[in-house]
């Protein structure tokens, strides 16, 4: 697999879900309902659910390829 350069050392790398349904245009609740699915993978960090910037656009790629 080619390597992922590294993000700008000020870019956010994972976002709670609220600021990762806005960057995507997802629903909040959506998102929730894919992860529990399985299709998006987040984790808690000091208690906050968060999602890496990189599964979201690893399942923005999947859903414009299954469109």
């Excluded at 000020?10 to 909040?28: M, Y």
């Excluded at 699915?37 to 906050?48: A, I, Q, T």
């Amino acid at each position: 697999a080619p390597l992922t350069p590294a993000p700008p050392l000020n870019a956010k790398i994972a976002l709670p879900a609220r600021a990762a349904a806005d960057a995507t245009g997802v629903s909040r609740s959506s998102l929730y309902e894919r992860i529990k699915v399985g299709d998006l993978h987040s984790f808690k960090s000091c208690g906050r659910r968060l999602i890496r910037v990189a599964a979201l656009l690893e399942m923005l790629d999947r859903d414009e390829a299954a469109s």
